[in-house]
């Protein structure tokens, strides 16, 4: 039985294949031979040919002979190749035997068959005719030998390549900002790695919901993080991506996780009022107004405003309102600009109101009147009106002002008084003075003043002096002793002191007594006694001095007495002086 035909090896046998037609290429080949030529020359070349017999089936040829019928022009060898070498297919170099006449066989129609159709094939079939002479393989061997037994010439060391130009990572957290009937504005924030290369903007693509068809809405890279996709068609489903670029390509996508519906975004309306303008808002008359009052909703509301329930004056006031905020704005304020401003927007079937209180004011007018109701003694008592004219604010004081007569200068006595009557003291006697008054508001003090009609004249009268008439307190009190005498010891030679005190009213007659005797002006004795302190001074006492001492206070009331014992030692005497 015959034996069966090598497998061939395509994918591992490509690169041995290129690299022998490298090496040598085949002549220029006379016309292609018939296509039954090829299997007849087979069995005359070498042992390996009938191998290659085997492997073919009989109906091998005819469906290789399309391929042969137009010989393609053989590349022209290069300057280094020795002799034009048989080009071989891969399957045919890895079964060729390892002698050099192997390879000059080239490979029969059948292995042809086997190997991938390719634009080779035809002309591998064609040059099968030249190489049977067989010497030109050999030739064509020794060349090759020789070429690779040539030492290289030595190459300069070639610079290290750029690095590769790599795109930046995809753009992140992509969300809406905003939409309309025909506008989307979208926000996105750089890629987390942009590299070496930088980065050259975004491009932003849109796609209808269901589709793949996206198309760039702008031209040149976008350099910012946000941007406006604007002429959208109203009730338009859209998907949106956006792409970030550089030198290296585009980055991944980054879309958002739903479609968009291209519509305008219906918000309830409402009046963002300023805190300052929630109270009365005051200005002075002449000062120019500029107010901002913010407000909200989608589409854009419908604004209005009215003063005191009335539409306002536009050749006082004059309205600017934007898609934000309106603008009350006054060139210059009078009082009849005040008054309640109310704002409303509305949006569809929803509104909603705000006011503030517009309040311009000035200085105010004097007092209604004043006069002088009484004169007394240094003192002048005056009253007064409110002003007809407050300047549209309320009243916050007076100011009172004297003048003399004689000087005509005037002198503020009373200065942001509350109330409407007042007391004008320290006048000076035998001068006549005149008085004026002011107003006073948020703005200031009136420019003008009342002056009272009537003059204050200070009268001179005499004046008589009455002491106040007092009742004399009674203090009358009997004696007594408030410290009493105490027992004293002391010794013969030192002088002693007894001490007592005593009131009473009258003051009371001091008596010292010894024994119950009248101690009278004996010099031995020294008698003492200021306010109420009674004092008895004892000099060099002897043995005889001791005894019981009193003393006695008395007058018209009545008398006291308090007592007390003295002793007298005798002084310690040493042996030596007793013997």
Same mark, same amino acid.
């Given at each position: 039985?015959?034996?069966?035909?090598?497998?061939?090896?395509?994918?591992?046998?490509?690169?041995?294949?290129?690299?022998?037609?490298?090496?040598?290429?085949?002549?220029?080949?006379?016309?292609?031979?018939?296509?039954?030529?090829?299997?007849?020359?087979?069995?005359?070349?070498?042992?390996?040919?009938?191998?290659?017999?085997? %492997?073919?089936? &009989?109906? +091998?040829?005819? $469906?290789?002979?399309? =391929?042969?019928? @137009? /010989? *393609?022009?053989?590349? !022209?060898? #290069?300057?280094?190749?020795?002799?034009?070498?048989?080009?071989?297919?891969?399957?045919?170099?890895?079964?060729?035997?390892?002698?050099?006449?192997?390879?000059?066989?080239?490979?029969?129609?059948?292995?042809?068959?086997?190997?991938?159709?390719?634009?080779?094939?035809?002309?591998?079939?064609?040059?099968?005719?030249?190489?049977?002479?067989?010497?030109?393989? %050999?030739?064509? &061997?020794? +060349?090759?030998? $020789?070429?690779?037994? =040539?030492?290289? @010439? /030595? *190459?300069?060391?070639? !610079?290290? #390549?750029?690095?590769?130009?790599?795109?930046?990572?995809?753009?992140?957290?992509?969300?809406?900002?905003?939409?309309?009937?025909?506008?989307?504005?979208?926000?996105?924030?750089?890629?987390?790695?942009?590299?070496?290369?930088?980065?050259?903007?975004?491009?932003?693509?849109?796609?209808?919901?269901?589709?793949?068809?996206?198309?760039?809405?702008?031209?040149?890279?976008?350099?910012?993080?946000?941007?406006?996709?604007?002429?959208?068609?109203?009730?338009?489903?859209?998907?949106?991506?956006?792409?970030?670029?550089?030198?290296?390509?585009?980055?991944?996508?980054?879309?958002?996780?739903?479609?968009?519906?291209?519509?305008?975004?219906?918000?309830?309306?409402?009046?963002?009022?300023?805190?300052?303008?929630?109270?009365?808002?005051?200005?002075?008359?002449?000062?120019?107004?500029?107010?901002?009052?913010?407000?909200?909703?989608?589409?854009?509301?419908?604004?209005?405003?009215?003063?005191?329930?009335?539409?306002?004056?536009?050749?006082?006031?004059?309205?600017?309102?934007?898609?934000?905020?309106?603008?009350?704005?006054?060139?210059?304020?009078?009082?009849?600009?005040?008054?309640?401003?109310?704002?409303?927007?509305?949006?569809?079937?929803?509104?909603?109101?705000?006011?503030?209180?517009?309040?311009?004011?000035?200085?105010?007018?004097?007092?209604?009147?004043?006069?002088?109701?009484?004169?007394?003694?240094?003192?002048?008592?005056?009253?007064?009106?409110?002003?007809?004219?407050?300047?549209?604010?309320?009243?916050?004081?007076?100011?009172?002002?004297?003048?003399?007569?004689?000087?005509?200068?005037?002198?503020?006595?009373?200065?942001?008084?509350?109330?409407?009557?007042?007391?004008?003291?320290?006048?000076?006697?035998?001068?006549?003075?005149?008085?004026?008054?002011?107003?006073?508001?948020?703005?200031?003090?009136?420019?003008?003043?009342?002056?009272?009609?009537?003059?204050?004249?200070?009268?001179?009268?005499?004046?008589?002096?009455?002491?106040?008439?007092?009742?004399?307190?009674?203090?009358?009190?009997?004696?007594?002793?408030?410290?009493?005498?105490?027992?004293?010891?002391?010794?013969?030679?030192?002088?002693?002191?007894?001490?007592?005190?005593?009131?009473?009213?009258?003051?009371?007659?001091?008596?010292?007594?010894?024994?119950?005797?009248?101690?009278?002006?004996?010099?031995?004795?020294?008698?003492?006694?200021?306010?109420?302190?009674?004092?008895?001074?004892?000099?060099?006492?002897?043995?005889?001095?001791?005894?019981?001492?009193?003393?006695?206070?008395?007058?018209?009331?009545?008398?006291?007495?308090?007592?007390?014992?003295?002793?007298?030692?005798?002084?310690?005497?040493?042996?030596?002086?007793?013997?």
């Amino acid at each position: 039985m015959p034996s069966k035909p090598a497998p061939i090896k395509k994918a591992a046998n490509k690169e041995p294949a290129k690299k022998e037609e490298k090496a040598a290429e085949p002549e220029p080949a006379p016309e292609a031979a018939p296509a039954e030529a090829a299997p007849a020359e087979a069995p005359a070349e070498g042992e390996a040919a009938p191998a290659e017999g085997e %492997a073919a089936p &009989a109906e +091998a040829a005819p $469906a290789e002979a399309p =391929a042969a019928e @137009e /010989p *393609k022009p053989p590349t !022209p060898p #290069p300057a280094d190749a020795a002799a034009p070498a048989p080009e071989e297919t891969p399957a045919a170099a890895a079964e060729a035997p390892a002698d050099a006449a192997a390879p000059a066989v080239e490979e029969t129609p059948a292995a042809a068959a086997e190997a991938p159709a390719d634009a080779a094939a035809a002309p591998a079939t064609e040059e099968a005719a030249p190489a049977a002479d067989g010497e030109a393989p %050999a030739a064509d &061997a020794e +060349a090759a030998e $020789a070429a690779e037994a =040539a030492p290289e @010439e /030595p *190459k300069a060391p070639t !610079p290290p #390549p750029p690095p590769p130009k790599e795109p930046t990572s995809a753009p992140v957290d992509l969300f809406i900002e905003d939409k309309n009937d025909t506008s989307v504005t979208i926000i996105w924030s750089q890629p987390e790695t942009i590299g070496h290369t930088g980065l050259d903007g975004y491009t932003i693509e849109i796609a209808k919901d269901g589709t793949e068809d996206w198309k760039a809405v702008n031209e040149e890279p976008q350099k910012s993080c946000r941007y406006v996709i604007k002429n959208l068609t109203t009730g338009d489903r859209l998907k949106i991506r956006v792409v970030a670029v550089n030198a290296g390509g585009r980055s991944g996508p980054c879309a958002l996780p739903e479609a968009v519906l291209v519509k305008e975004v219906a918000d309830r309306p409402k009046v963002r009022m300023p805190r300052f303008l929630r109270q009365r808002y005051v200005a002075n008359v002449g000062a120019k107004i500029n107010l901002t009052i913010p407000f909200t909703g989608k589409p854009k509301p419908v604004v209005s405003w009215t003063k005191d329930g009335q539409p306002l004056d536009t050749k006082r006031v004059n309205i600017r309102s934007t898609d934000r905020d309106s603008i009350v704005f006054i060139r210059a304020a009078e009082r009849d600009d005040s008054g309640v401003f109310e704002m409303c927007v509305k949006v569809d079937d929803f509104e909603d109101k705000a006011q503030f209180i517009l309040q311009i004011v000035e200085l105010p007018g004097a007092p209604a009147s004043l006069k002088i109701v009484d004169t007394w003694g240094f003192n002048v008592a005056l009253e007064w009106t409110p002003p007809k004219d407050n300047g549209n604010t309320e009243i916050t004081g007076y100011s009172i002002q004297k003048a003399d007569k004689k000087t005509g200068d005037w002198f503020t006595v009373l200065e942001h008084y509350h109330r409407l009557n007042a007391t004008i003291s320290d006048l000076i006697m035998g001068n006549t003075y005149n008085f004026r008054a002011f107003s006073e508001n948020k703005c200031g003090i009136s420019e003008s003043a009342i002056v009272a009609k009537q003059e204050a004249k200070i009268l001179k009268t005499g004046i008589d002096y009455k002491p106040p008439e007092y009742k004399e307190r009674d203090s009358s009190e009997a004696p007594k002793f408030t410290t009493s005498l105490n027992d004293r010891a002391t010794t013969v030679g030192y002088s002693t002191k007894l001490l007592c005190s005593v009131r009473g009213s009258p003051k009371p007659k001091v008596q010292w007594m010894k024994n119950q005797m009248i101690i009278g002006d004996d010099p031995k004795y020294r008698q003492i006694c200021v306010q109420g302190i009674c004092s008895l001074e004892i000099r060099k006492p002897g043995n005889f001095d001791g005894g019981v001492y009193s003393c006695k206070a008395k007058n018209d009331h009545g008398e006291a007495t308090v007592s007390c014992k003295l002793e007298v030692k005798q002084p310690a005497v040493a042996d030596a002086d007793k013997k």
